[in-house]
């Protein structure tokens, strides 16, 4: 897609979010209609986490399962206005099970997605980090809300799973992200030292996870149309230039629950892990002198093209509710527009499937088994391009089983494993054509409340 027919996509959007506050300009400072409710919310999902990475193995207690996913309290409150009018707002924070300050950076970080063979000792106490803060105006005309908050496309590949089975593992690459790849034929290239450098997505700046590329809250605003029978949509724009749509189509069809999500997501500056990188060397000016002489130092500064990126997301999900037998399939496809770098690839896929059973065979609740796989291909970078690296497939494996304690808790045993194949010059294919599977074992509890 040519620029000039994006930016007319990007009006539109822009121009359907603005016009559902038109009608509600005129009511909005009417005097409450009714008296406000409020409520605090949220789960704990905490996991006894054992890894294995085939040079060494170890034990760790962190949150699971990633951002939003991990544990989180929500305050939320909503009123009645004259007018037919609600309105209300939501704040969610999460409480860290590590330093958010271990990078030193003073950048608050997801202790599952960042945490590694080396730094994971320093996940001893933690923080509590804001999540979203948004304020929301809704009426017959739908819901405008406004704040930090989850945009249309966020979880858009991970919420179109009719059994819910959701706590113990998505598509996106959570656990072991940030862990390192052993077993490398020399040193990494192009910075591709952990299993997330080849999972990045494009919407997101490089963030190693691979699916749900835009599954982060954002600063910006959103409009909710109303209801379509059993579709919803939803479009918004975000800080700084980011726009997306999302369609979601929820209904049971005889005995079987049927979910189907599509999303569209473009960024005016994504794609940055695969610009254009100019490397220059300048000679700097220490402030020191060496016999009357100034002392210079030589510094290597790197200058990225300008690049855009889209996002195409589409979920489906089936559930028999006699059986309890499901099934979950996601794919999204990332492209890249403006000077991207000719290392890289100016676009990528990633598919991942879970198949199962949930269903109350004991009078504890519903247990659920389900086995999954997913493939990330293609989600490397430009640096790792100019390094030799030109195709690049990451695999994941896993099962998991979960006991549903009624709907106030979940616990559950998650197993994974990790693998990479890589293509490229004979220098690049032998650094990785050896390297450590990891093998990853979750013992996990999520309670509700």
């Known amino acids: 897609m040519k620029k000039t027919k994006k930016a007319a996509v990007l009006r539109i959007a822009t121009l359907a979010a603005a016009m559902s506050t038109v009608g509600v300009a005129q009511t909005v400072l009417a005097e409450e209609a009714a008296g406000p409710s409020w409520n605090i919310s949220g789960w704990v999902n ?5 890894y294995d990475d085939g040079e060494g193995s170890d034990m760790v207690q962190l949150s699971d399962n990633g951002t939003t996913l991990g544990s989180r309290i929500t305050f939320s409150g909503s009123t009645k206005l004259n007018g037919g009018l609600d309105a209300g707002f939501d704040v969610t924070i999460e409480p860290f099970s590590g ?3 271990f990078t030193g950076m003073g950048n608050q970080i997801t202790p599952l997605v960042f945490s590694n063979q080396d730094n994971i000792d320093n996940f001893n106490g933690g923080d509590i980090g804001l999540l979203g803060s948004s304020v929301y105006l809704g009426g017959s005309w739908g819901k405008v809300t406004i704040g930090l908050q989850s945009m249309p496309t966020d979880n858009i590949g991970v919420l179109g799973d009719p059994s819910m089975t959701i706590w113990s593992g998505v598509g996106a690459l959570f656990r072991g992200s940030g862990f390192f790849i052993r077993g490398l034929n020399g040193d990494a290239l192009g910075g591709a030292v952990n299993w997330g450098s080849f999972a990045q997505c494009m919407t997101t700046n490089g963030l190693g996870i691979g699916i749900d590329c835009n599954g982060v809250y954002r600063n910006g605003i959103r409009y909710d149309l109303p209801a379509f029978g059993p579709v919803s949509i939803a479009v918004g724009y975000a800080n700084d230039d980011i726009y997306d749509i999302a369609a979601k189509y929820a209904d049971k069809i005889g005995d079987v629950e049927v979910r189907f999500h599509l999303g569209y997501a473009y960024n ?3 794609a940055a892990n695969v610009a254009e990188r100019t490397i220059s060397t300048s000679s700097v000016d220490t402030g020191m002198t060496a016999g009357g002489d100034p002392v210079l130092a030589d510094v290597t500064s790197v200058a990225l093209g300008d690049t855009d990126s889209e996002m195409f997301t589409m979920q489906l999900g089936m559930m028999d509710t006699v059986t309890g037998l499901f099934g979950t399939f996601t794919w999204q496809h990332e492209e890249a527009g403006g000077d991207v770098s000719d290392y890289a690839e100016d676009e990528n896929d990633a598919y991942f499937t879970k198949l199962g059973i949930r269903k109350p065979f004991t009078k504890l ?3 659920a088994f389900y086995v999954e796989y997913g493939l990330y291909k293609d989600q490397y970078s430009a640096a790792m391009g100019e390094a030799g690296i030109d195709g690049t497939e990451l695999t994941r494996t896993g099962m998991a089983l979960e006991q549903y304690f009624g709907s106030k808790m979940i616990i559950y045993g998650k197993y994974e494993q990790l693998d990479i194949d890589v293509d490229g010059t004979p220098a ?12 990853l074992f979750s013992l996990g509890v999520t309670y509700f409340f």
């Open 99 to 101: 330093n958010p300050n």
């Open 268 to 270: 005016a500056n994504g």
């Open 46 to 50: 905490e996991s006894m986490s054992y």
């Open 365 to 367: 609740g519903d247990t």
């Open 428 to 439: 690049a294919e032998n650094v990785y054509d050896d390297v450590d599977e990891l093998d």
